[in-house]
Each structure stands twice: as structure tokens, then as C-alpha cells.
């Protein structure tokens, strides 16, 4: 049972706001799953979950959205419900499944939405997906839930476009209520908290959705306009209820998502972007600011603001993000710049006639990107792994910062031999830290007792030499900015500002530091940056173990930030390719490297900079 709390404790931290005056009733959902979770576990099972989702983009590509197809906010929010699947992973090994039943034809001719247009809709989404290696996310099709063998298998849009008369008819046949307008009168939605939620989310947006395809003018008034929404909403109303049907009785054995706000007991309303409001990628576009914080409103919202400008991806405007001298690079290195989820940016090559090299980098202003969203990661380079030209560019970046094993360290598994490094050398997981806890000076107090403190470098500049295998020896970085942007209540930034803590091992020359603050302020930025060392007992490594004390505080904030560290919304987890580098701020972020199989021919250079 233990596991399978911990499990529902990871789904429910992407849960959305109970909505404002709803009674929460999460508690009765939370206990029907963790019943389904624990019948998994007890037997050893994946866990699955099913969310009702993803039909189209809004019709309004004027006002709300950026065209018809999936862009930056569909990929941004796939990689958020991976992330979720992977984060039950971490903790349980048979992991978890979630399958997308798309409602696109559910509802599109109400809209004005062809069918061909939902075809290519949810197409580009598992092409998407399939592209991100999003392996934890499975698609179905409305027509997977109706077990009509003469429906026969759509290949093109054409033939989807042929059977969606159909398939709506044996939805609302199969199950939907007979005679329901009858049944039901003005107060219907009122009566129940649920329906009423989701009727009002429906009159919300569809009074956008419907204004270009209903234009208020000469024949249409404004209330004739609002009556015809109210019409059209609860027609979804009628067909969503049809279609809530058939997800029950065809998932009767997976944790219910949901998109919609609701008061909980049936069903887990969760955020599918990575913000605070509930708003999902098919009604809205998305902004990313230069510190890597993710916006989702209105495209014309964000394409009205000067200081935003929109990115094109494949040929087709993809998202908006803050404008900045930092992404204009010399018109002989053209690159392109792809936000990562959680955090960070990946930086390419975007000419092919003449392949760029590392020579070509601009480091000082990967320096500054670093500052405001590491890691950041340079991909398609050429010379990436000259050893001169590696060592040359870490000058561009700043001072390097030679240690006891010199100027580059060879990171590569050394099996026992720790080099005083601990387990920095070995094939295992290594605790979240900074670089240079334990590169140590001395300092001297007014009684002229002497003691030690961190002189960590700014930077780590990173170098894949050799190929990697696939799904192992990740290097994970956790952003400060997150991890502090998802504090629970009683463990605030000003809390966490007033603690100081300790850590021994006996590794590092026997180091012993204390009296370090939690929280330090960035020296470029200003913003607050989390300083920790992750605990390490004996029983996690072969080495020597680490221990970590708060000093003045509860010591259950070690939990808290230890959780926090390793979660999937908070954390990059970095797959290496042959020639990869990458710029991370050691001051703004913590990292770790995950396990590997030992004696593979895995290298990577590393070169502290200041």
C-alpha cells in the first residue's frame, strides 16, 4: 500500500486548482485510485491511466491559436504528461501508461471543424510524439471505443473524413441517453456541481471559438450570438456525456484524467501545460521567456507585445518567446534555438551547406543563455571533440578553473579506483550536487579560528567524446528556479532563507563544511538559487557515504528538496550523443548522473569554468 501512495502522491502533484466556490470532493477520487494503483502493484502491473483529450485546434486562429496543427504548446504539453508517466517510473519499475482518446470528432461539426482537419490533427500529434520518444503516452481514436468491426481502419484523411458520420451516430447509439433533451431543462447543469463546471467551461470558450465562424453583424445580434452558443453547448454536453460513457466501460481499470476543472470525486483534473492555470495547447499558444518560464494565453495576447516575437518551426509559427539580443548570432553560424522541457535549450546548426564547428559557437552569449535557462546543450557541431579546440572554447567562456585532476576531467567508469573523487569515476548514481562542494578554502574568523568553505566554479562545460547507450547513464539537471516555484506550503523561500546546513564525508580529504546557507542569491541574476548536496548513505553507494544536516530547522526540508530535486517537472534528464557539449550554471542548478552498465565505453570531458 506504501507504493501505491507513493505513486498516487505523484500523479496528484499535477493536479489543477479545485475551482473557486466548488466543494472538494478529491479525496473519495483519490481513494477509488489508489484502489486501481494498488491492484497494479499488488500483481506487479503497469499502471494506466486515461485521459479524454486533444481534439483539435480552436477554430479562432485569429485571436486564440497559431493554425491547425500541433505546434510548441501540444509538444511542450506531451513532454509535461510524459514527464508524468516517467516520474511513477522512477519510483515504481513496471512504470505507467497514459492513452489519449482524442474526442475530436465528438464535437468538431458542432464547430465548424472538418473532419480531414481533426484527421491531420491527431496524426501530427503521434508523429510528435514518436519524434520526442514520448514512450509513455499511447493514442486511441474514438472509434476504438465502439467495437464496430465494419468500421474499417482509416489510412487517410479521405477515408477518416468517409466514416465520421458513422462513428458519431454509434457513439450517441451506443451510449448516449435516450430522449435526453426531454429529461433535461435549464437547471440540469445547475444540479450537478461537475456538469455545471464543464457547461460553463464550454460557454467560455466557445464564444470565442464561434466568433469568426458566427460573426455578430447585420443578421446575428449579440443575444441571438449567445443563445446559439448556449444551443451548441449543450449539444456538448449531451455528446460529452455519451462520450464519458464509453470511456468508462472501455477503461473500467484506469485512473481517470481529466482536463476539465471538476470537484474531484470522479475523476483527476489535472494541468496539461507546465503553468499554474488550467488552459490546454488546443484553445491557446505559448510564450517562453528567456529564463526559460512558460506562458500560455491568447496568440494575439502575445502577438501584440513588443517585447515577444514569433518563432517558426518546419515552416509554420510554433510559439512566441522574449526577444533578445542573446538568440541573434552571426549571420555565418545560423542556428536554431529549441526550448527542452523542463528547462534548458538545445542549440543547432541550421545552415547545411556549411556545417558549423565549435569554433563557430558564440560562448559569451551561451554564457548569459546559461545564466537565465541552463543546461544548455550545443547538438550538430563539428570538432567537438578536438581536444584543443574544446580546451580554447572554454576560454571564450570565461577563466577555466584547473582542479586536483588538472584542467579536464576524464569522466569514464573507473570501476573501484576513486581518485579521492568519490564516485564521480564509477558507473553508479551519483547524489545531486553542485561542482566544487568539497574545492574547499579557508577562511578565518575574528577569534582567528580557521575554517572551510565551498569555492564551486560558475559554470561546467561538458563534452560527449564517445557514443552513449541509449536509456542509461543520463546526466539529470534540476533547476532552482522550479525546484523553489513548487515549494509546498510551510516550506517557503523565506523559510528556506533562514536555514543554514552541513555536510561530511570521508571522501574529499575527510571534509567537514558547515554553516552554509540553503538559498544564495545568483551573481549575474539576483534570483535565489538552492545550495545542496543530496544525502547519500552507505547503502546507496559502495564508496564513502555523504550526510547533510539542517542546522538551525526541520530537517524534514531535506525530503521535501530531495523529492523536489528529482522531479520530472523540475528536472532535465539529459540523453548524451556523440559530439554534444553543454554550458550548465553550477550556481542556478544542482545535477546528477543516473547508473550505467559497467566497463561500456562511455567518456565525457568536463572543464570547470569561472
Same mark, same amino acid.
Given at each position: 500500500m506504501e507504493t501505491a501512495q507513493r505513486i498516487l502522491d505523484v500523479i496528484l502533484r499535477y493536479k489543477s486548482p479545485l475551482p473557486k466556490g466548488a466543494e472538494d470532493?478529491? %479525496?473519495? =477520487?483519490a481513494l477509488k485510485s489508489? =484502489?486501481?494503483?494498488?491492484?497494479a502493484v499488488k500483481v506487479n502491473k503497469r499502471i494506466h491511466m486515461v485521459l479524454p483529450a486533444f481534439p483539435f485546434?480552436? +477554430?479562432?486562429? @485569429?485571436?486564440k491559436v497559431l493554425g491547425t496543427l500541433p505546434d510548441k504548446a @501540444? %509538444?511542450?504539453?506531451l513532454a509535461h504528461l510524459n514527464g508524468l508517466c516517467a516520474a511513477v517510473e522512477d519510483i515504481y519499475t513496471p512504470g505507467a501508461i497514459l492513452t489519449i482518446v482524442s474526442d475530436g470528432l465528438v464535437y468538431n461539426d458542432l464547430l465548424g471543424v472538418p473532419d480531414h482537419t481533426v484527421w491531420s490533427y491527431g496524426q501530427s500529434l503521434r508523429r510528435l510524439a514518436k519524434l520526442k520518444n514520448y514512450r509513455h503516452v499511447e493514442f486511441a481514436r474514438l472509434k476504438d471505443l465502439l467495437g464496430i468491426p465494419s468500421l474499417r481502419d482509416e489510412v487517410d484523411e479521405m477515408g477518416y473524413a468517409a466514416t465520421a458520420p458513422s462513428i458519431r451516430l454509434a457513439l450517441m447509439h451506443r451510449y448516449g441517453t435516450f430522449n435526453w433533451d426531454a429529461i433535461t431543462n435549464e437547471s440540469y447543469a445547475q444540479k450537478d456541481e461537475n456538469k455545471r463546471l464543464t457547461y460553463c467551461g464550454y460557454l467560455k470558450f466557445l464564444s470565442l471559438d464561434l466568433a469568426n465562424t458566427f460573426p455578430i453583424g447585420p443578421g446575428r445580434t449579440r443575444s441571438a450570438f449567445k443563445r446559439g452558443v448556449e444551443v451548441i453547448a449543450k449539444s456538448m454536453l449531451r455528446r460529452g456525456e455519451a462520450f464519458a460513457r464509453a470511456i468508462r466501460e472501455n477503461y473500467p481499470d484506469h485512473i481517470r484524467l481529466s482536463i476539465h476543472p471538476s470537484t474531484g470525486e470522479d475523476k483527476i483534473s489535472i494541468n496539461i501545460l507546465p503553468v499554474q492555470k488550467a488552459i490546454t495547447p488546443w484553445h491557446s499558444a505559448i510564450a517562453i521567456l528567456l529564463d526559460g518560464t512558460v506562458l500560455a494565453g491568447q496568440r494575439k495576447t502575445f502577438g501584440d507585445d513588443a517585447n515577444l516575437e514569433l518563432v517558426h518551426e518546419d515552416g509554420r509559427p510554433s510559439y512566441f518567446r522574449e526577444r533578445s539580443q542573446l538568440y541573434q548570432w552571426s549571420p555565418s553560424a545560423p542556428v536554431t534555438f529549441e526550448p527542452t522541457y523542463p528547462c534548458g535549450l538545445m542549440i543547432q546548426p541550421s545552415g547545411s551547406n556549411n556545417p558549423l564547428t565549435i569554433r563557430d559557437i558564440d560562448a559569451q552569449k551561451v554564457r548569459q543563455l546559461a545564466e537565465l535557462n541552463s543546461p544548455v546543450i550545443l547538438r550538430g557541431f563539428a570538432q567537438t571533440k578536438d581536444r584543443e579546440a574544446y580546451v580554447a572554447k572554454?576560454? @571564450?567562456? =570565461?577563466? +577555466?578553473?584547473p582542479w586536483k585532476f588538472g584542467l579536464v576531467l576524464e569522466v569514464k567508469d573507473r570501476g573501484a579506483e576513486g581518485q579521492g573523487l568519490n564516485n564521480v569515476l564509477a558507473n553508479e548514481w551519483m547524489p545531486f550536487h553542485f561542482d566544487g562542494m568539497f574545492k574547499t578554502q579557508k577562511r578565518t574568523r575574528d577569534d582567528g579560528s580557521e575554517y572551510l568553505v565551498p569555492n564551486p566554479p560558475h559554470f561546467q562545460f561538458f563534452a560527449a567524446v564517445t557514443p552513449s547507450p541509449k536509456n542509461t547513464g543520463y546526466t539529470l539537471f534540476?533547476? *532552482?528556479k522550479l525546484v523553489l516555484d513548487h515549494l509546498p506550503k510551510g516550506k517557503?523561500?523565506?523559510?528556506? @532563507?533562514?536555514?543554514?546546513? *552541513?555536510?561530511?564525508?570521508?571522501?574529499? %580529504?575527510? *571534509?567537514?563544511? =558547515?554553516?552554509? +546557507?540553503l538559498i544564495i542569491a545568483h551573481p549575474s541574476t539576483g534570483r535565489p538559487c538552492l545550495r545542496y548536496h543530496e544525502r547519500w548513505p552507505q547503502e546507496k553507494t559502495r564508496f564513502d557515504p555523504t550526510e547533510v544536516a539542517i542546522e538551525n530547522g526541520d530537517g524534514s526540508v531535506r525530503d521535501v528538496l530531495e523529492s523536489l530535486l528529482h522531479d520530472r517537472r523540475t528536472c532535465y534528464w539529459h540523453s548524451w550523443q556523440e559530439g554534444d557539449l553543454i554550458v550548465n550554471d553550477n550556481i542556478s542548478m544542482l545535477h546528477t548522473r543516473s547508473s550505467f552498465q559497467a566497463g561500456i565505453d562511455r567518456e565525457l570531458w568536463r572543464i570547470h569554468v569561472d
Open positions: 470532493r478529491s %479525496d473519495e =477520487g489508489l =484502489g486501481f494503483i494498488y491492484r485546434k480552436s +477554430p479562432n486562429s @485569429e485571436v @501540444e %509538444d511542450m504539453a572554454s576560454y @571564450e567562456l =570565461g577563466v +577555466p578553473t534540476s533547476s *532552482s517557503s523561500l523565506p523559510y528556506l @532563507e533562514s536555514l543554514t546546513w *552541513s555536510v561530511k564525508t570521508p571522501s574529499f %580529504d575527510q *571534509s567537514v563544511i =558547515g554553516n552554509m +546557507p
